[in-house]
């Protein structure tokens, strides 16, 4: 069955500095997500994508956050000075329709841990 | 008003059990509705989708009340592998989001 993977699997960065996080979504998938989960709490939802620009994003998404698709096959969350709050479990999704007409597909996320 | 609600357990059941976790929502114009299963530090994985007129796949049942805003999920025949938190998750179109509620774990004894 089709996955959607994601690397690395821990990232452990300084406060303060950048951090790439990288996604291959479902081949034929259209429709792109990012979410995180910060210990003991809720998934929540950062950003989606589609067509090369993003369609919808939450108030966590500020301006310390970006998202690409450098190339056809990978989806990429940038996040430009982490802050200790960043720490958390970031999820990459994807799905062939828009979310709600058809499930997400979830990676088995990347761990972030802010120092 | 938390945007999807969930009582957030531990609910332990014995083996063979029939448990169920309820769902409720606020937002009356969202439109899809779906279960998620979490194991402990992975990722969410689709269990079912949940349609207005309720559906079963295998021992799950799901079922859609909307006057109400509530989704329930049915296991039947609890086995020790169904122990892991279950993630309801609304979708409407005005958000374009999905919202998760913080999930109901599940502990089956043997």
């Known amino acids: 069955e089709p996955e959607v993977t994601q690397t690395p699997s821990h990232q452990v960065t300084q406060m303060g500095q950048e951090v790439i996080l990288r996604c291959v979504p479902i081949s034929n998938h259209l429709y792109f997500y990012w979410y995180r989960q910060i210990l003991g709490q809720k998934v929540e939802f950062l950003v989606s994508?589609?067509?090369?620009?993003?369609?919808?994003k939450s108030e966590i998404f500020d301006d310390q956050f970006s998202v690409e698709r450098p190339d056809g096959s990978n989806f990429t969350l940038k996040i430009r000075s982490t802050k200790l709050e960043d720490s958390a479990m970031y999820f990459c999704a994807s799905s062939e329709l828009r979310a709600g007409s058809q499930p997400q597909h979830f990676g088995d996320g990347t761990r972030l841990s802010i120092l | 008003r938390k945007e999807v609600e969930q009582d957030p357990g531990p609910f332990n059941v014995p083996e063979g059990a029939t448990v169920a976790f309820n769902c409720t929502y606020s937002n009356s114009a969202s439109q899809s509705f779906f279960w998620y299963r979490q194991d402990c530090r992975k990722e969410p994985k689709l269990l079912m989708s949940?349609?207005?007129s309720g559906n079963e796949d295998g021992r799950f049942t799901a079922q859609l009340n909307r006057a109400s805003q509530y989704i329930s999920l049915l296991i039947r025949d609890s086995k020790l592998s169904d122990s892991a938190t279950y993630l309801c998750?609304?979708?409407?179109?005005?958000?374009?989001?999905?919202?998760f509620g913080q999930g109901t774990t599940l502990q089956v004894k043997p």
């Open positions: 949940v349609y207005s």
């Open positions: 994508f589609y067509n090369n620009e993003i369609s919808e």
């Open positions: 998750v609304a979708f409407s179109s005005n958000t374009g989001k999905l919202i």
